[in-house]
């Protein structure tokens, strides 16, 4: 059992991510933060307890983290992610009290106490006020397996910037300037990779077939997300980036990349970039590994046979997916 932390910011991709951790006998997920991206941390937590309730997982604590970033206004995404931030599939608010305790007093409490990962899917804000206060900390930081950035990918809330990064970039930039300092890598599962992983409805009628109950869940969230697609991009199917973080955490030949030096743009027209130094120009030791490719067919082998259930509640074999290898 691998000892993680999620921190997100749920989040339609963000709710499949957490329904991956939970079905993944490896991780033993000590608790989720929430923090202000896709929608504010107070709705990220009642959706993350969403899908905790759905999963039958209400063990797991969740912890509110920051409300607004470091420094840039708050921008969230609910055009993408629905009013309610699940697709407005207003899904049943789950009673009971939020802990008093936030984010980053538990990020610090638990980091203090052993060495932990943790998958990052939403701004960073959290961790860079953790790691900024206690940078010491970051030598309890097994894996920081962050959703976020781009190598050549073009970004996807400005020319150049994909939203994690562009939404707090001074936290980001903290983080890849620290944990750099602390001689660590953050694994950065940006939009090069995570674009190839695109839940299109075919696969979701295919899972839906299979398992009517987790497959109506993801189809019940996902469906803003698809129409949003279509009217911005013109993709038939949702592009689902979160998940991969956790199944990369998991298994990391799922993906292939290389390290480098990564600094991150705060301001002006490259908001939220992360320029990847891949030839050394500055000659810096590198502080991220960042991924470039990935197996899609894989991927979704890999999410679906822990996600979905038979009848008798067993899980599927990814051999027995046999139609994702078509759909
Ligand atoms: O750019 C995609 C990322 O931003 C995903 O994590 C999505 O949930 C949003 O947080
Ligand atoms: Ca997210």
């Not at 933060?33 to 969403?50: E, L, Q």
Request: hydrophobic share 40%.
């Amino acid at each position: 059992m691998r000892k993680i932390i999620i921190d997100c910011d749920p989040g339609i991709d963000d709710s499949l991510a957490l329904m991956l951790a939970l079905s993944s006998p490896e991780l033993d997920i000590m608790g989720i933060t929430t923090v202000s991206g896709n929608v504010p941390a107070d709705m990220g937590a009642r959706n993350a307890r969403k899908v905790l309730k759905h999963m039958g997982r209400m063990d797991i604590p969740v912890y509110i983290g920051e409300q607004v970033p470091l420094k840039c206004p708050y921008i969230d995404a609910m055009d993408t992610h629905g009013q309610d931030g699940m697709g407005e599939s207003f899904l049943p608010e789950v009673p009971g009290d939020f802990p008093k305790k936030s984010a980053v007093e538990f990020l610090e409490e638990t980091l203090e106490k052993e060495k932990i990962s943790i998958i990052a899917l939403g701004p960073m804000t959290n961790l860079a006020k953790i790691f900024s206060m206690r940078p010491k900390l970051i030598e309890q930081v097994e894996e920081l397996v962050s959703m976020g950035g781009n190598f050549r990918s073009h970004g996807n809330c400005s020319p150049v910037a994909e939203y994690n990064y562009w939404c707090d970039p001074d936290a980001a930039a903290i983080c890849y300037d620290l944990f750099g300092k602390a001689g660590k890598k953050i694994e950065m599962v940006g939009l090069d990779v995570t674009r190839k992983i695109v839940l299109t409805p075919n696969i979701l009628e295919y899972v839906c077939r299979l398992d009517p109950e987790n497959g109506g869940f993801i189809r019940r969230i996902t469906g803003f997300y698809m129409d949003f697609h279509w009217e911005y991009e013109k993709i038939i199917g949702c592009v689902i980036n979160d998940p991969l973080a956790v199944a990369y955490y998991i298994d990391r030949s799922l993906c292939g990349g290389f390290d480098s030096y990564t600094a991150v743009a705060t301001d002006g027209i490259c908001r939220g970039q992360t320029v990847v130094d891949s030839m050394d120009f500055w000659k810096k030791e590198p502080n991220s590994h960042v991924l470039t490719e990935t197996d899609t067919e894989r991927f979704m082998r890999f999410f679906f046979s822990r996600v979905l259930k038979k009848k008798d509640g067993s899980e599927w074999e990814a051999e027995e997916l046999t139609l994702l290898s078509c759909l």
